[in-house]
């Protein structure tokens, strides 16, 4: 799964539900944790729970629910048994440690073993406590992690730090978590940034974010799809870069040449498999070079 936008949607909204799959967003993210007051989590789990068996979704559209943390094991386990686990592709969980990612595995394995599940779910840890980035490669290297979702308004609670927009306090954050993701071949999503009338400043935030390797950013809006995905797309220049370079290889290995120049430079594995990942993307998201169009 490839993804480079993340759509938090509170799962006691049902004007949020029926349109989950038009704001052009890559997965989907159905809130039973913060965005629910307690006294509703049991009503905004069985709306949830019916809409995804009834709701016919577009293809290729990610389905991830963020559960209830390990805190709370009544509403983790009410979540996870009461969920058409059919219909969902990834669990998202709050407050993640190594222990409580090994933990939802074999609950996980059990459930689909129960339900006789032809595929296997998913997880993507939170990782919003200071303890979380102590582990945080232990946890990518969990074999069922398909990514990591850096949650900065609750780690800079917890390392008692103001967070700002600038986002000075959490660049050590963002930085681990992406090492963590690389080393492990999975996705690095940054934080949602929460002033959801500010484009300008999401843009410039989300960028810093590529920077640093992110590859993907949650959104708390579906105002902020647009910035989000173009932010973190190939641009045309990247992507005609890209084909001319994989062009360029195909014609040396016609010529039995093991290696060649591009722009001055020479062309080696890393780079090659550099425009391969860019064009395998642009082919998903169907972009194209402004002479393809």
């Not at 307690?38 to 009834?54: F, G, M, N, P, V």
């Not at 647009?226 to 797309?233: G, K």
């Not at 005609?240 to 016609?254: P, S």
């Amino acid at each position: 799964m490839v993804r480079r936008s993340l759509l938090f949607i509170p799962s006691n909204s049902p004007a949020m539900l029926q349109n989950a799959d038009v704001f052009g967003v890559d997965s989907v993210i159905f809130d039973l944790e913060d965005s629910i007051n307690e006294q509703e989590k049991d009503a905004a789990r069985i709306l949830l729970s019916h809409y995804l068996e009834l709701f016919p979704f577009v293809e290729n559209f990610e389905i991830i629910v963020r559960i209830n943390a390990f805190d709370f094991p009544l509403l983790l386990n009410a979540d996870l048994k009461t969920l058409p686990l059919n219909k969902i592709s990834t669990i998202m969980l709050p407050k993640a440690s190594l222990k409580n990612v090994v933990e939802l595995t074999k609950i996980l394995r059990t459930l689909e073993k129960t339900f006789n599940l032809q595929k296997e779910l998913k997880i993507i840890p939170l990782i919003e406590l200071a303890s979380s980035l102590i582990e945080v490669y232990e946890i990518a290297a969990q074999p069922r992690v398909s990514g990591l979702l850096l949650g900065a308004e609750d780690l800079t609670t917890d390392l008692k730090v103001k967070r700002t927009k600038k986002g000075d306090e959490i660049l050590l954050a963002r930085s681990m978590v992406v090492l963590a993701a690389r080393a492990n071949d999975i996705d690095a999503i940054d934080t949602p940034f929460t002033d959801i009338n500010d484009l300008r400043g999401l843009k410039e935030d989300s960028l810093l974010a590529k920077s640093l390797g992110m590859n993907a950013k949650a959104a708390i809006h579906p105002s902020q799809i647009e910035t989000i995905n173009n932010s973190f797309s190939p641009s045309e220049a990247e992507i005609e870069e890209a084909l001319t370079i994989l062009e360029l290889a195909e014609k040396a290995k016609k010529e039995g040449k093991g290696a060649f120049s591009y722009q001055n430079k020479m062309v080696d594995k890393p780079i090659l498999k550099r425009a391969k990942n860019l064009v395998l993307m642009a082919q998903k998201w169907n972009l194209r070079p402004k002479d393809e169009k």
